[in-house]
């Protein structure tokens, strides 16, 4: 593997191919011609993405000394499987239309459904094919974990970080139904969830099992660069998709423009407005947030009250002090100067602005 490129770009192929291989191995065990549209679904939602978390991991695992062996990327590249199981869930639970462009896989299925004129409601029907298929992304995950080809003692080191880091996705999600059902929230209760739902799991937890999987074990120097780093980035990838929820060019996220504030996504950004509006901002926000049918002018006059109140800036100011903070962690930290390059470099990438 050559490092000339970015680190994600030089990973990403190896990546792609280790997830190509995996579903080519799975696709005897879907060999009936009913079960063809969910391994079509699977192939396709696996298709894009910025492979940020095996990145993290990757870059983990060469930080402690670890050499580009073919299964680390396998390793690496099951948390893309573990990546696409939550936003399958993660769609039906906040009702998405799209998904990096394409349809939603709960809409998949319901046109599926549609097209082929079967009996029955076609939402029922597209929904609970997606929590299938988000299940069988999950399960798929785990099997591509322990599959990997790596040492049995670096696996069975690593297994409790995993489990930890699958756990706190799920409660990720619930405590982000509970805010969005609780209506008010604050900075600190919206960045709780941040860092359970994503933080955690896109940065701070794949770069752990690549240091463990490497060293064997927990060290507190490794728990010191996971938090240093790790959080840090975490927290500021998540104010960056905060912010691309709201302003972000729909051919950059693959969502339509202004998606997050019909959902009603209770965010940082969204907490942070609220702290500083006026009343009859305050009022605005909260009579237009979350409305399904929120048109064009309701979404450029939310985009107007959160640049007004100065959230957008507070956040922006934000993610480039966090991301400053974790570039500091990884000078002081004992890993490899590759690897510092890199993670530094995944720093910048992970916040950077897409708007």
């Not at 993405?49 to 000394?65: I, N, Q, S, T």
């Not at 396998?74 to 998904?99: F, G, I, K, N, P």
């Not at 060293?215 to 960056?240: K, N, S």
């Amino acid at each position: 593997m050559t490092t000339s490129a970015t680190p994600l770009d030089a990973l990403r192929v190896e990546v792609d191919t280790a997830l190509r291989k995996f579903l080519d191995g799975r696709a005897h065990l879907l060999g009936e011609p009913d079960l063809a549209p969910l391994l079509r679904a699977a192939e396709d939602f696996l298709a894009g993405g910025k492979r940020l978390r095996p990145a993290f991991c990757y870059w983990g695992w060469r930080a402690a000394g670890g050499s580009p062996e073919p299964a680390i990327f396998t390793a690496a590249a099951s948390l893309e499987l573990l990546q696409a199981s939550a936003l399958v869930h993660d769609d039906v639970m906040d009702e998405s239309d799209l998904r990096r462009g394409m349809p939603a896989a709960h809409r998949r299925f319901r046109m599926l459904h549609e097209e082929s004129g079967w009996h029955g409601s076609a939402a029922r029907f597209g929904e609970g094919a997606a929590i299938l298929l988000g299940n069988l992304l999950l399960l798929w995950a785990g099997q591509m974990w322990r599959g990997s080809g790596l040492p049995a003692d670096a696996l069975a080191a690593a297994q409790p970080v995993h489990d930890h880091m699958c756990a706190e996705l799920m409660c990720g999600q619930y405590l982000d139904l509970l805010e969005q059902a609780n209506g008010e929230n604050t900075f600190d209760s919206a960045l709780r969830v941040a860092l359970y739902k994503s933080g955690k799991y896109s940065v701070e937890q794949p770069l752990r099992l690549g240091l463990v999987l490497a060293t064997r074990g927990e060290q507190p120097w490794i728990e010191r660069l996971c938090v240093d780093y790790g959080q840090a980035v975490g927290i500021a990838f998540q104010l960056r998709d905060d912010v691309l929820g709201v302003f972000g060019d729909p051919a950059e996220t693959g969502k339509p423009a202004g998606d997050d504030l019909r959902e009603g996504k209770r965010t940082m950004l969204i907490a942070r407005a609220l702290a500083n509006a006026t009343a009859r901002q305050a009022a605005e926000v909260r009579a237009l947030l979350g409305n399904p049918e929120l048109d064009a002018a309701g979404v450029d006059r939310l985009r107007a009250v959160i640049e007004d109140t100065g959230a957008l800036l507070a956040c922006e100011d934000m993610i480039k002090r966090y991301v400053e903070n974790a570039l500091s962690a990884l000078d002081t930290a004992p890993i490899t100067e590759d690897a510092r390059e890199a993670l530094a470099s995944l720093a910048v990438v992970a916040t950077a602005r897409r708007t």
